[in-house]
Every structure is written in structure tokens, then in C-alpha cells.
């Protein structure tokens, strides 16, 4: 397994994130939100990108520490994912800022967007 976060697996252009908002898809946790589009037949791999807005934690090193918590959830679990673009934004201050509480948080957002979804008969 590979100890680093690559290249391949983030969204690193404008392009890519407002791609993924644009699909309109997204699953709200407790403190994070999950924002997701599907990747085009043949890719086989999911991307990451994150959003931690400065409105709700103010600290750089608060930021930078949900992103890393996010990042390395992520990269653990990356081989059990589907093909698709993650979107993941801050949506609610957490206070205290809890790494157990932000990676709990981001697990259980994987876990329902694998759920397989029940047909609805209309």
C-alpha cells in the first residue's frame, strides 16, 4: 500500500471541483459534507478534494488539520472505493476540533455513499 497521498488521487483544478458540485449529489454528515459525482467509464480510481472555508475555522493549523485527518481516512480506504470524485466540505465548526470526531465523521459518509440505494417504484 502506498504510504503518500499522489497526484492521481486529488481534484486539483477549478475544473474538477465545480464539476463535481455541479452534479448536485451529496451526503451531510455531522460536521462534514460529501459532494460526489461518478468517474467516467474507464477510470478506476476515486479522487479526493477538500473545502475548509476560513469562515468557519479561522487558524490555518486548524484547516490544515482537518485536512490532513480527511486526507489519510481517505488514503486507508481508498482500495474499498468506487470510481468517483469526493468532494468533502466543512460544514459545521467542531468544537472541540477532534480528529477521532472529524475521521468518525468521514467514515461514516463513505459508508453511506457504498450502501447500495433501494429502486424506487413510482
Do not use: C, W
Not at 500500500?1 to 451526503?27: C, H, N, P
Not at 454528515?29 to 476515486?46: C, D, F, I, T
Amino acid at each position: 500500500m502506498e504510504q503518500t497521498f499522489a497526484r492521481r488521487y486529488r481534484l486539483t483544478k477549478t475544473d474538477e471541483f465545480s464539476s463535481v458540485f455541479g452534479f448536485r449529489k451529496a451526503i451531510r454528515g455531522k460536521l462534514l459534507m460529501l459532494h460526489y459525482q461518478p468517474r467516467p467509464e474507464g477510470s478506476s480510481e476515486a479522487r479526493l478534494g477538500l473545502v475548509v472555508a476560513k469562515k468557519l475555522l479561522k487558524r490555518a493549523v486548524d484547516r490544515n488539520k482537518v485536512k490532513r485527518v480527511v486526507r489519510e481516512q481517505f488514503r486507508l480506504r481508498l482500495a474499498g472505493l468506487p470510481a468517483v470524485d469526493l468532494v468533502i466540505r466543512l460544514a459545521a465548526k467542531p468544537v472541540p476540533l477532534d480528529s477521532k470526531l472529524l475521521a468518525e465523521d468521514f467514515l461514516a459518509l463513505l459508508n453511506k455513499l457504498q450502501r447500495p440505494r433501494p429502486k424506487r417504484e413510482d
